[in-house]
């Protein structure tokens, strides 16, 4: 994994200069088979095959405390928002946050997000276009 290429898509998710699924695709390239956002952390961990980690910041101030419950709607209405409005990834960050959202891990081979409460809670969201029963190579 190229750490500076991977901290560079990191802050493009971040200032949006990049649209997602071509950021999804460079991480895949450099190696990154998936990654954890930890809202508490305020960082990304992006991970590949042989055990390689790569630590980036979320830059971003002002987002709201962690919500102690976890809001599995308010979470999808979020994730709606930016699979089909281009919604900021700092708003979602902000809503996923109030949703109860502690952080979530992103597979990218696997073609799911898992998101994580404070108590304990998770949701799986698919990729679009993605099932349960694929089965990535």
Not at 12 to 20: C, I, L, R, Y
Not at 35 to 40: G, I, L, M, Q, R
């Amino acid at each position: 994994m190229n750490a500076n290429e991977i901290a560079l898509l990191a802050r493009a998710a971040q200032d949006g200069s990049m649209p997602f699924p071509e950021i999804v695709g460079k991480l895949i390239a450099n190696g990154v088979e998936y990654y954890h956002v930890d809202y508490a952390t305020r960082s990304f961990t992006f991970y590949s095959a042989s055990g390689a980690t790569v630590l980036a910041p979320i830059i971003f101030e002002g987002l709201p405390l962690i919500a102690e419950g976890f809001d599995v709607a308010a979470l999808k209405a979020a994730i709606l928002d930016s699979q089909q409005h281009g919604q900021k990834f700092r708003a979602f960050c902000g809503r996923a946050m109030q949703a109860g959202v502690q952080g979530y891990m992103a597979y990218l081979r696997g073609k799911r997000v898992t998101y994580f409460g404070r108590q304990g809670d998770q949701h799986t969201e698919w990729f679009p276009g993605a099932r349960p029963n694929d089965v990535s190579q």
